[in-house]
């Protein structure tokens, strides 16, 4: 009987021998280039603030403007249970509530490695997580405002680093947007949009990049990678891009949408950072954060149980044994 042990003995002809180590390839851990993870493995409602990233030697900081929320009313706090995604990497730990109030109640973590500029990794830097809308907050008027179509900014990186304010615009380096859909007479539809931008210096509603191809709902579950990419070319050449439910472990493709080039470029990354905003159409849930140079870093396949591979190796082999025997 054919047994997987063989998978790992040397090979005199390769055929079978590379298919076996394609296969432990595949099974491996493809996290080795990641920045940052975080499942947020952390005390069941306790304050993100509070943590640190063990794995990273980052904890999870509070900026000091806008003024953040006392202790007691701060309520982005770890809960219980995971957020994860079809085919992506098993989750871990537990996951974060981020909801709209108190507003522009940020959380920050500063980035192992950092600076990240031009002259790393191409000068692209990637990050992902998991989100979902736990609740819908009706809006009685004013949703055809430019304040609600500019939306929220609930996620991204940042030029600064530990609890240094966030209040300058130019200082973001892309911000995930979300907002109410509205519909051909500015009636909301209950589901949002999500879209990304450079930063928010001179934002207008038009200034975001939203994806009007799709829209979701309370409760739809959510894989979000963002890319900031420095370019050499001019200073407001960077592209930063949003992919939204991409296939873990497959090529990046097409992002969902890419943000307008024209807003000054950021010169370093140094941190990424939630935020709570409440011109966002409800609560949000995250989890599952990964930070990386590439797109691949960021959005790992979910590695098969041990059982489960065992059975694909020995199908894999018994296939092939077939096929050279004919
Ligand atoms: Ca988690
Ligand atoms: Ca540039």
Known sequence: MLHINRCV??????????????????AAPSSAALILYDGFDYTVGERIVTQTNVAASQPWLDPTSPTP???????????AGNLGFPGLQAATGNSLALPRLPNGNYARINLPGAPYNATKNDGSLFASFTLKMT????????????????????AGFHLGTGT?????????????????ELDGSNVQTG????????????????????????????????????????LT????????????????????????????IGPADVANINSFWFRGDQLSPGDLQIDELRVGPTFADVTP????????FALAVLGAVAALGASRRR
């Open 135 to 154: 609740n819908w907050v009706t809006l009685v008027s004013g949703a055809e405002n430019d304040a609600n179509r500019m939306g929220a900014f609930i």
């Open 191 to 230: 589901n949002y949009q999500l879209g990304i931008v450079k930063h928010n210096a001179g934002l207008t509603p038009a200034t975001t990049a939203w994806d009007l191809s799709q829209s979701y709902a309370v409760g739809d579950e959510l894989l979000l990678v963002m890319e900031y990419q420095h």
């Open 233 to 260: 070319g001019t200073t407001t050449d960077d592209q930063v891009r949003l992919w939204i439910n991409p296939t873990p472990g497959a090529p990046a493709g097409t992002p969902s949408v890419t943000a307008q």
């Open 301 to 308: 396949a979910l590695v098969p149980e041990p059982a489960t």
């Open 9 to 26: 003995t040397p090979w005199r002809r390769s055929s079978l021998g590379a298919a076996c180590l394609a296969l432990l390839t595949m």
């Open 69 to 79: 929320p006392a202790a007691a009313s701060d309520t982005s706090v770890i809960v």
């Open 164 to 180: 240094g304010g966030m209040s300058t615009a130019t200082a973001f380096a892309g911000q995930i947007r979300i907002r109410r």
